[in-house]
């Protein structure tokens, strides 16, 4: 049993209360490591770290700080073998196809940030030739930030790369079931950045993500999660008047057009869906509105596709799909599909619950599942599963496909497949969803101006300028240039 602490002040630590977490590897639903249970006491701790660390941080030159970050990059890049199997073990995404790859994106944000520390810029105006009118950006101060569970490398590193690149000073509480790798990364920067600049804490969410949010020298609050309990930090934050970044849930549709190459299109649906990350990724697209007139080809091509899909062990280099995260996510995607089973069962072309006995049974393993034609009644085809299952439908009419797909209260991620330029981008421009990809599955890129409109949260961060919004304010200085009898 290894005890891996958490990191204030530059220094590894405990919690106040001496309590500690268990981390399971959901392969193989055993306990394999523990992180301190931090609480109140241990937040205020690591703020007041941060905030007497940004005295400091914030008057380092941008230059200084981006070779900081370039130090960091070069670290994580020596480390990043050890970082994959870290993300893997503890919340079974699987090492081949998505933890390393993860590691890749953690090591290009960094790169990203650190060579555009120069960019921290601000405007100047010529409203009287004798005033010098212009504008700074300067940091909050210290930024609270939450991760979840499902990438949590990347996701802590696209708050903290930006937030200390922009001068502020960092709290970020990890997921409580996947707390691992984000130490390890922190462990790493620390040792470059001055101590105190970046904190990493580990606890539940009421105990320690709340008094995070809701603390009264946490300027500005980085939120990814939930809708729910985006909400609920929202509403915290407004209280006194906190900037907040939300990126939250989604149930993204994707579109498919009676013209796609159906090999091309079937392997990008799978990848847009995410089921090599077993469907646990807020852009899955899990709602797939496909042409009648092509429906039943492309049903036959996804599902011997999905048949082929080794799941299983998240180490295993043959693994294309390793397991969901815990039991309570487990339990959480055996209910959406034992509901719609009993209520349509003509519905399941592929899939279903797991089975209870064999190796899949050891972990919390979850096969590829499709439902074709659920009524919208059912709740699968309107909440976001996160699992591996997709639900299909068919279409005839563009204008009604269109008003499917933005009936959810989600907007984060679209998908359109057509090889036609028009249909394509006249369906991404009605599509309401912050981020839409044309002929293409993968992720997000550095760089893209990504986040979600309606439930699926407020702000950009991936670009230079969704940094500068995000982790800066921005000052108005006005200076009369008159001589006023000097």
């Not at 159906?262 to 807020?282: K, P, Y």
């Not at 003509?346 to 096969?367: C, R």
Request: glycine share 8%; hydrophobic share 40%; with cysteine.
């Amino acid at each position: 049993m290894q005890r891996v602490h958490m990191i204030i002040n530059g220094k590894p630590v405990e919690s106040v209360e001496g309590e500690w977490i268990d981390i399971e590897n959901p392969s193989n639903k055993t306990v394999f490591a523990q992180v301190p249970r931090a609480r109140v006491e241990d937040v205020n701790i690591a703020v007041k770290a941060a905030k007497n660390a940004f005295a400091t941080w914030s008057r380092t030159s941008a230059p200084d700080r981006g070779k900081m970050l370039f130090a960091i990059t070069d670290a994580l890049e020596k480390n990043r073998e050890e970082l994959a199997r870290l993300i893997s073990t503890e919340n079974g995404n699987a090492l081949r196809t998505q933890s390393r790859g993860e590691v890749n994106i953690v090591i290009e944000v960094f790169r990203y940030v650190a060579g555009i520390c120069r960019e921290i810029k601000g405007n100047t105006m010529y409203l009287n030739v004798d005033n010098l009118d212009y504008t700074r950006r300067e940091p909050y101060g210290v930024v609270g930030a939450i991760v979840p569970w499902n990438a949590p490398l990347m996701l802590a590193a696209l708050k903290i790369a930006p937030a200390v690149m922009t001068g502020n000073t960092v709290v970020l509480k990890t997921a409580e079931d996947a707390p691992l790798a984000v130490l390890e990364m922190a462990r790493l920067c620390n040792e470059f950045l001055p101590a105190g600049v970046l904190n990493v804490i580990t606890g539940y969410g009421l105990e320690c993500g709340a008094p995070l949010a809701e603390h009264p020298d946490v300027p500005k609050v980085s939120f990814t999660g939930s809708t729910a309990v985006g909400r609920a930090i929202l509403a915290a934050a407004s209280q006194r008047i906190a900037a907040v970044s939300l990126e939250l849930g989604g149930k993204s549709p994707q579109i498919v057009f009676p013209d796609v190459d159906l090999d091309f299109t079937t392997d990008g649906v799978i990848t847009a869906m995410r089921f090599s990350r077993q469907g646990q990724s807020c852009t899955a697209g899990s709602r797939v509105y496909v042409h009648e007139s092509i429906a039943d080809k492309f049903l036959e091509k996804l599902v011997g596709k999905l048949k082929k899909f080794q799941i299983g062990n998240a180490l295993d280099e043959k693994t294309d799909a390793g397991s969901l995260v815990n039991l309570k996510q487990f339990n959480r995607v055996c209910s959406y599909v034992k509901e719609a089973m009993e209520a349509h069962p003509n519905a399941l072309i592929l899939g279903g619950l797991p089975p209870q006995s064999g190796p899949l049974s050891e972990g919390y393993f979850f096969e590829p599942t499709i439902f074709l034609n659920l009524p919208d009644s059912t709740r699968m085809t309107h909440e976001e599963v996160f699992g591996p299952v997709l639900s299909v439908s068919t279409w005839s009419s563009e204008s009604d496909v269109i008003k499917q797909a933005n009936s959810s209260e989600y907007g984060l991620a679209a998908f359109v497949w057509s090889r036609a330029g028009a249909p394509a981008l006249r369906m991404a421009h009605e599509l309401q969803a912050g981020w839409v990809m044309v002929n293409q599955g993968g992720g997000q890129a550095i760089g893209h101006s990504y986040g979600g409109m309606k439930q699926s949260g407020a702000g950009r961060e991936f670009s230079l300028e969704g940094i500068l919004n995000s982790y800066t304010e921005v000052k108005q200085v006005s200076v009369s240039l008159g001589a006023h009898g000097f």
